[in-house]
């Protein structure tokens, strides 16, 4: 599949065309779940003998024309989910086509229990809780209702509202482990990568490197973001596994 994305009145911050090669989504990892008993054709909503595909994560990825050889891997961070790295809230244009631009190929993904990978095998409860300004406190913007001096934030009214509403709820718990396992199947997909990860991310992307037995032998970078370069922060593993991964890989400060 060959095709172009080009400039247009929706995003004026946008210039030049995106030829794409291919492009596609997937789910990476996961687990199956069943309920004890024999399904009943009778009954379809009756979960007895029923299974549950759930706790993997989905990724869409883009590959431009002429692509470098090493693709960039994208996972976000708390209260997010893919939308991260696509147009921001002011409407410019994000890393996702950014780096498209500089023929990267880019992987973009949903977490396990997050967005379009909302499907849990634990259950949760996703409460209606109000929580807009914790956020914008949170993502450093300032102390709402003020934002930070300097800030390159926008402050337009639209572009506020933009941000609050791509954030994205739990749907069930947050776990590192669960995250990081699927991450590794999603690495098995794109083959040599880099892997950039965003606040809350960063545990889970340091996990995915170490679990990441066959990846040793691969050209992977992790990128951290507001995340101390310490191996017992977030990820609180062996010295031995700290020093083997600054070893084998270039870590790239964000």
């Not at 004890?36 to 595909?53: I, M, R, S, V």
């Not at 993904?109 to 956020?135: C, K, Y």
């Not at 965003?198 to 691969?218: N, V, Y």
């Amino acid at each position: 599949m060959t095709g172009s994305m080009s400039a247009c009145s929706v995003n004026p911050y946008q210039s030049s065309a995106i030829s794409i090669a291919q492009q596609g989504n997937f789910a990476a990892g996961g687990k199956v779940i069943q309920s004890a008993g024999q399904f009943d054709d009778k009954q379809l909503f009756n979960p007895q003998g029923q299974t549950l595909h759930g706790d993997h994560a989905s990724v869409f990825y883009q590959i431009p024309e002429h692509a470098r050889l090493y693709p960039l891997v994208f996972l976000h961070g708390a209260g997010q989910s893919a939308k991260t790295w696509g147009t921001t809230p002011d409407g410019r244009e994000g890393f996702q086509t950014l780096f498209l631009r500089q023929h990267f190929p880019v992987y973009v993904v949903d977490q396990p229990r997050r967005g379009q990978a909302g499907q849990s095998t634990v259950a949760a409860e996703v409460p209606a809780t109000t929580n807009d300004q914790a956020w914008f406190n949170m993502f450093r913007l300032g102390q709402y209702p003020n934002f930070f001096k300097g800030v390159q934030f926008s402050q337009e009214p639209t572009a506020l509202s933009q941000y609050f509403r791509q954030m994205t709820p739990n749907t069930g718990a947050y776990d590192e482990q669960v995250i990081s396992d699927a991450m590794v199947e999603v690495l098995k997909k794109s083959g040599d990568a880099v892997l950039i990860t965003h606040s809350q991310g960063g545990g889970p992307g340091w996990w995915t490197a170490i679990k990441s037995k066959a990846l040793w032998r691969m050209n992977l970078a992790v990128v951290l973001s507001f995340l101390k370069m310490n191996c017992l922060n977030p990820c609180q593993v062996q010295q031995e596994h700290c020093q083997q991964l600054q070893s084998k890989w270039q870590i790239f400060r964000s």
